[in-house]
């Protein structure tokens, strides 16, 4: 169940590091306008705030492979940032995008329900 754990957790870094990208480099590419629903114009205008998110992303991402670095060590860690991801997840599903709850908070309860039993 440990190795379950540890998968899960390193996907939700991985889908993390795509936020980051996608919200830092690509928010107003063609796949940041496809991915977030935008339109140029709007893409345009929101840029830097974009930006910001995506450094919050990145910093959740590190949590994570911090933790999965740490080994056995790292549950605590793991558990702190899974539980961040939690939280923004269903924050962002309340107030932004329903889809915010299947893509980010989902997998965080799921690694964290992985990790309890492990």
Known sequence: MATLSSIVTALVALIHVYILVLEMFLWDKPAG???FGLTL????????????QGLYNGFL???????????????????????????????????????????????????LVLLALA
């Open 33 to 35: 306008l496809r991915a």
């Open 41 to 52: 114009d709007a893409a345009r205008a929101s840029k830097v705030l974009a930006a910001n």
């Open 61 to 111: 991402a590190a949590g994570l492979i911090w933790g999965l670095s740490l080994g056995a060590e790292g549950g605590p860690v793991k558990v702190f940032f899974l539980l961040c991801v939690l939280i923004a997840g269903v924050y962002g599903a309340a107030t932004a995008s329903k889809k915010i709850l299947y893509v980010q908070a989902l997998p965080a309860a799921l690694g």
